[in-house]
Structures are given as structure tokens and as C-alpha cells.
């Protein structure tokens, strides 16, 4: 690349940036006080948490795509996986194995603890799902856990639990009005429920994007 067409590059991007900005600065007031709404209608919600308010029942829509993608996403990755790649790891030092022995069971504990509180604090079942799958991947570097290749009967359902968890509340709900839409009295404990389903399937599949993309094909 010649130093003019750089210099274009750079100076486009330099006034894209600045329009951008000035967009940001001239933004009317929101019409809709949005942590306003959010906070009347908590009652509501099953939970005492705004985030999980939102992301499981005023906007459990989103939720569900995204872990439906999410599984997309895995679904592609084994894909093109190679036939024989279910092979155990290269064995670890053993003070690796010996620490990933005694932090699983704890990073397991911590995953609950993140699934519960998450109705009243920060949490939920994204932030356990995440440290069952970080728990998955510190075995696997420790030797003690081998690659996926083909998953078994077993794990493709503790995969695909939480989405089918999902999408059975949403069925089961419609008599009450619409998609998704919860009765207040219920709406805590089926959030519970379908958080519990989300967090072994996320960790498994957060988890299987690593054990299945250290074997994968270049």
C-alpha cells in the first residue's frame, strides 16, 4: 500500500470517528426511561434482579436466540472435527493435575453459587455456565479430560437441555397470553428452572468449543 492511499485510509477513518462522535453528542433526550420501566414493573418478574429481569423475562426472546447460536455455534466447530480426535491430552505436570484435581470441585460449587444468587445479585446462568466450561478447559489442559470427537448420546442432550428447557416453558406459558410471558406467581421459579438448564448447557458448550477446536482441522 502506497503512503497516499494510507494517508486516505487514515484521514476517512479520522473523520468517520468524528462523525461518530458529534452523532453521539447530538443525541436527543430517550423517549422512554427504559431502568425507570425496568424498575416498575420488578414485582412482576420472578426475581429481584434487573439484568436477570430482563434477560429472562422481559427480554427472554433474546435470551433464547442467543443460546440457540450459540449451540449453532458448537454444532459448526464439531463439524469439522476431525473422526479420530477424541484422544486424551498430553500429560500435565503432575502438581497441574493435582491443582486442577482440587479446583474443579470448587469452580463447580462457585457455578451453583452464581446460578442461585443470580435472582438477586449479579450472576446467573451465562456467569456459572462460563465457570463450568472454565473448569472443563483447566482438565483438559491438566491431561485429566480428552478432546471431544463424536458427542455421545448423553452429552448432546446436556447440550441441547437448556434450549429444550427453554422452549418448553415458552410452549407451556402460551395459555397465559403470549410467548414467554410468565405468571407473576410462577415466573421465580420457572426463571429458576430454565437458568438451571441454561447453566449445564452453556458450560457444555463454552467447554466444547475448546475441547473440540484443539482438535479441529487447519
Known sequence: MSRAVAALVVLLAAGLAAALGLAMLD???PAVRLPARVAAKLGDSGVDHPVTAVLLNFRAYDTLLEVAVLLLALVGVLALARPHAARAAAPAHPLLQTLARLVAPLM???AGYLLWIGAHAPGGAFQAGAVLAAAGVLLRLAGLLPAWAQP???LRGG???????FVAVAVAVLGQGSLLQYPPAAAGGLILLIEAGLTLSIGLTLAGLYLAGTEVEP
Open 27 to 29: 443525541l436527543p433526550e
Open 159 to 165: 447440550l441441547a437441555l437448556g434450549l429444550l428447557v
Open 108 to 110: 463447580v460449587l462457585v
Open 152 to 154: 455421545g448420546l448423553l
